[in-house]
T-cell receptor, first 114, second 119 residues
Framework: AQTVTQSQPEMSVQEAETVTLSCTYD???????LFWYKQPPSRQMILVIR??????QNATENRFSVNFQKAAKSFSLKISDSQLGDAAMYFC???????????FGAGTTVTVRA | GAVVSQHPSWVICKSGTSVKIECRSL??????MFWYRQFPKQSLMLMAT?????????EQGVEKDKFLINHASLTLSTLTVTSAHPEDSSFYIC???????????????FGSGTQLSVL
């Protein structure tokens, strides 16, 4: 069974600063995807970033970037130049390549201070 | 593209009644749909996977007779909570597998969720 662990229940960041959310996972698969999803107060799940395990290059999406360490099974998310709209719960998620069901971590609530 | 409509957004019902939640893919055909449950400030837990035209596959510990899932067409899946009780109160979210629309090449899209409150 695959497990996804987020060890930070809450993180706080000053506006315009950088915050890093950590995620580790356990799997015996070699081919899989990792994701970071954002869930704002509206509770709509929003895809932030996606990483294919076979790619060594870390994914980036504007102010969001990941540090993917496959051997260590670590997948952290860095939010640069934090904005008030970044305040939300962030979930790390995993799935194998040919199955679209996701395993989610417990989530990290990010608060942005003005 | 890639809109998944989920209705209702919230519902309040009396204990013992049944509630149906709909999940529709508006602009693509969803070969597979997933139903998740989320308690306040907790993670999403997969309840079941449904493929169009076949019986749903339930995760361990999920009562199939209580949570009836129907995926009768490529654009509609429904979750019926039968004989609801207060402990069934939760946020239910569907997701649908479709085609790729975006540069990320991701094919999984989420509905906006349904908050169920059972009195």
């Amino acid at each position: 069974a695959q497990t996804v662990t987020q060890s930070q229940p809450e993180m706080s960041v000053q506006e315009a600063e950088t915050v890093t959310l950590s995620c580790t996972y356990d799997t015996s698969e070699s081919d899989y995807y990792l994701f970071w999803y954002k869930q704002p107060p509206s509770r709509q799940m929003i895809l932030v970033i996606r990483q294919e395990a076979y790619k060594q290059q870390n994914a980036t999406e504007n102010r969001f970037s990941v540090n993917f360490q496959k051997a260590a099974k670590s997948f952290s998310l860095k939010i640069s130049d934090s904005q008030l709209g970044d305040a939300a719960m962030y979930f790390c998620a995993y799935r194998i390549t040919n199955d679209y069901k996701l395993s989610f971590g417990a989530g990290t609530t990010v608060t942005v201070r003005a | 593209g890639a809109v998944v409509s989920q209705h209702p957004s919230w519902v309040i019902c009396k204990s013992g009644t049944s509630v149906k939640i709909e999940c529709r893919s508006l602009d693509f055909q969803a070969t597979t749909m997933f139903w998740y449950r989320q308690f306040p400030k907790q993670s999403l837990m997969l309840m079941a996977t449904s493929n169009e035209g076949s019986k749903a596959t339930y995760e361990q510990g999920v009562e199939k007779d209580k949570f009836l899932i129907n995926h009768a067409s490529l654009t509609l899946s429904t979750l019926t909570v039968t004989s609801a009780h207060p402990e069934d109160s939760s946020f239910y979210i569907c997701s649908a597998r479709g085609q790729s629309f975006f540069a990320t090449n991701e094919k999984l899209f989420f509905g906006s969720g349904t908050q169920l409150s059972v009195l």
